[in-house]
């Protein structure tokens, strides 16, 4: 059986982790209300350029004292989001959205296609000739492999906001460019190699919390909430080719998904009779 991600002794720990990184349990109030206002910059509530609720309104709003709303708004004001003017007020800075990451890390966890989404990759773990993960196998009922375990982490910005644990199967991870794996998502060198038009994919999506391996690997606290996202590739024979596990913060999380609704087909509803 395939060693789990916490178990994993030999992927590379980030250097750096954030202030937040600590016991979800003890975090301040401050720190959490600096997260709450970080999603707001990013959902565009409180949009580039313009002033936010004064002092007064945020304490009322929050039920918070004066000194643990300005710690508050300190850390926003030290990673660049917002600026603070005696007089003035306080406002959300024009390049809060490109620090945050915004449309760029929308479309790399989206995989929309665009050219360039600043999207940066760090393959910290590589294990050859395994078996497909146990969790995974629920939606892989024909047995192939063996497999070729990737972890790796997605960075924007030089921040980290995903981390990847996938199983591509041996022989087609041969074929791909040396080192590809860590300039490319490998769902993407999967269709190149395959076609899109022989795959489908599956997606699950949960919401889990850090454990102290996650929280080290995603420079966040542990017990923070992360999106759990596992896929299942397959193609037209129902192998599964390529599967994993993927889990993104929860402060910067955005998916965006367009299906044509043409391709679905309900049966029409029953009209029920009055007795």
């Given amino acids: ?19 937040s990184a600590e016991d979800a349990s003890r975090v301040a109030l401050y720190l959490r209300l600096s997260r709450v206002f970080r999603e707001r910059i990013a959902a565009g509530e409180w949009a580039p350029g313009a002033l936010i609720p004064g002092l007064p309104q945020l304490c009322e709003d929050f039920q918070v004292s004066r000194v643990t709303m300005r710690q508050a708004l300190a850390i ?127 997606e699950e999506v949960t919401l889990t919390h850090a454990d102290p391996r996650l929280a080290e690997l995603l420079g966040c606290g542990m017990g923070e909430v992360l999106v759990r996202m596992r896929r299942w590739y397959r193609d037209a024979e129902g192998r599964v080719p390529l599967a994993g596990t993927s889990y993104y913060r929860g402060d910067g999380f955005a998916l965006e998904v367009e299906r044509p609704l043409a391709a679905e087909i309900f049966p029409a509803p029953t009209p029920t009779e009055e007795t």
């Fill in 76 to 202: 926003l004001a030290q990673q660049g989001l917002i600026g603070i003017g005696r007089g003035r007020g306080t406002w959300v800075m024009p390049d809060a959205l490109d620090r945050l990451g915004g449309r760029s890390l929308r479309d790399a966890i989206s995989d929309t296609g665009a050219a360039d989404t600043g999207l940066q990759i760090k393959v910290l773990q590589r294990t050859d000739d395994v078996p497909l993960a146990a969790d995974l196998r629920s939606r892989a009922p024909q047995e192939t492999g063996p497999f070729t375990r990737i972890l790796k982490r997605h960075h924007m910005g030089g921040r980290p906001f995903a981390l990847l644990d996938y199983y591509i199967e041996a022989a087609l991870f041969r074929r791909f460019p040396q080192g590809a794996e860590s300039r490319f998502k490998l769902g993407r060198l999967l269709r190149q190699a395959i076609g899109p038009a022989r795959m489908t994919l599956l």
């Fill in 1 to 19: 059986m395939a060693a789990s991600l916490t178990d994993s002794a030999t992927a590379t720990p980030l250097a750096g982790r954030d202030s």
